[in-house]
T-cell receptor, first 112, second 114 residues
Framework: GNSVTQMEGPVTLSEEAFLTINCTYT??????LFWYVQYPGEGLQLLLK?????DKGSNKGFEATYRKETTSFHLEKGSVQVSDSAVYFC???????????FGTGTSLTVIP | EAQVTQNPRYLITVTGKKLTVTCSQN?????MSWYRQDPGLGLRQIYY???????DKGDVPEGYKVSRKEKRNFPLILESPSPNQTSLYFC?????????????FGPGTRLTVL
């Protein structure tokens, strides 16, 4: 089947620390991969995406590379800020692009 | 302002009392979807719609109904709510169905079924 596994949280980092949130997937077809972010009390927003192997999605200093050989799409940022505190969701869609599968979410808190 | 709106934002109800959560988007999006968010389970897709009068089941459709009579609206209907449907619900829309475009999410509806 199709599923996404994210690292367990919560994650607490100091400002300017390096961030990695792990995401691995299983898919019956050729997936497209996404990272969404949810700020407190809000809906999800797309952070970045990659639609084919070796693509790198990037936005607001965050990056993730679609690794087909390891079925992974880890999220990284070189220097986090307090404003990055949120819940991060890895997600995939396959084939028709109509059905989506989300991970359980990883809560990030950045302290000054 | 381009947005997805949901109503109500908060709802407390009792087992078996039919309810409808409305979802509306003003972006002329083709694709709309409903999700529920539960602790430890993340978001799970309930139903999606690729266009007017075209809907399909997601991962967890049991106990829910949807309709898409107009492009902008996609209501979620719980005919006989049960406590296990207590959750945070999100509606989302995307410009085109069958593509990998960004989904725009509403603010969420927190439902409690007693």
């Amino acid at each position: 089947g199709n599923s996404v596994t994210q690292m367990e949280g919560p994650v607490t980092l100091s400002e300017e620390a390096f961030l990695t949130i792990n995401c691995t997937y299983t898919a019956t077809g050729y997936p497209s991969l996404f990272w969404y972010v949810q700020y407190p009390g809000e809906g999800l927003q797309l952070l970045l995406k990659a639609t084919k192997a070796d693509d790198k999605g990037s936005n607001k200093g965050f990056e993730a590379t679609y690794r087909k050989e390891t079925t992974s799409f880890h999220l990284e940022k070189g220097s986090v800020q307090v404003s990055d505190s949120a819940v991060y969701f890895c997600a995939l869609t396959v084939n028709t692009g109509n059905q989506f599968y989300f991970g359980t979410g990883t809560s990030l808190t950045v302290i000054p | 302002e381009a947005q997805v709106t949901q109503n109500p934002r908060y709802l407390i109800t009792v087992t078996g009392k039919k309810l409808t959560v409305t979802c509306s988007q003003n972006m002329n999006h083709e694709y709309m979807s409903w999700y529920r968010q539960d602790p430890g389970l993340g978001l799970r897709q309930i139903y999606y719609s690729m266009n007017v009068e075209v809907t399909d089941k997601g991962d967890v459709p049991e106990g829910y109904k949807v309709s898409r009579k107009e492009k902008r609206n996609f209501p979620l209907i719980l005919e006989s709510p049960s406590p296990n449907q207590t959750s945070l619900y999100f509606c989302a829309s995307s410009r085109l169905a069958g593509t990998y475009n960004e989904q725009f999410f509403g603010p969420g509806t927190r439902l409690t079924v007693l």
